[in-house]
């Protein structure tokens, strides 16, 4: 601040008491072979987090973290074993649209989609996220449409209804993975805290504030949640809510204790989805070879597992 010699001396003595001048670096970029770039930044306190680039013929997108490490602990997430650092600050996750446009060459207004499902749990650190989803919004800032921010949570009640009551207008994600407590519960440690009907009815009530269709993000195990009668149950509990289902083959990492589904049981699991009614699509991730997809966010610095 005190190089700033047009402000006057008294704005540049007060401005560091209000102020951080961002040390959001960069420690490494990982191209992937589809186009997709993670990157690996150092936060003011050595603390580490990871953003990712998708563009598409249509738009550009970046995946931020709101947290280091995460405190859900997903037994199919490699961001899950890592644990729980810290929260990230709300300049810290809008940093990470302004890092990656500024590495792209791209005017941050030209990232048109953020989607909040990078590493942690969004409504655990629901002050900070709101406050980047507010500069993301403004129209002085980054001037986004509600329509194009997605926010992606593990299922806490109180805090989805929270963001209805804001009526910020995001769309949201809800990262279901199976259709009974019994099986969620194996595979989210967290799960035990809240039933499954507990936060669809909270869902529901996002859904009646914003009209938002919801999308259910359900990341398919080999032998834990990927039978046809399975689908048949979680077609069962979305009935009567507008939602949009998205099936997401497991994404290999160094250690995961589980396996992922086979193409064709996949595509059964889908099948059974759509007889009864319910959209669904199989969004086979990006950047895999870098270990930048859904799932494989672990702070790495150097190339990953080779699939």
Known sequence: ???????????????????????????????????????????????RAEAVYLPYADRKTVCISCQVGCPAGCTFCATGKMGFGRNLTGPEILDQILAVAYHQGLSPREIRNVVLMGMGEPLLNYENVTWAVRRMLNKHALAMSPRRITLSTVGIPKGIRRLAADDLGVKLALSLHAPDDETRKKIIPTAHRYTIAEIMDAVRAYFDRTKRRVTIEYTMLRGVNDREEQARELARILKGLVAHVNLIPFNLWEGAPV???????????????????????????????????????????TKPLSL
């Open 1 to 47: 601040w005190g190089e700033m010699t047009d402000l006057p001396r008294r704005l540049r003595e007060a401005l560091p008491a209000e102020w951080r001048i961002s040390e959001f670096a960069l420690v490494q970029a990982f191209p992937s072979a589809d186009g997709s770039v993670k990157y690996l930044f150092t936060l003011h306190d050595g603390q």
């Open 259 to 301: 396996a992922g589904s086979g193409k064709k049981r996949i595509q059964r699991f889908a099948a059974a989805l759509e007889r009864a009614g319910v959209p669904v699509t199989v969004r086979w991730s990006r950047g895999v070879d870098v270990g930048a997809a859904c799932g494989q966010l672990a702070l790495r610095e």
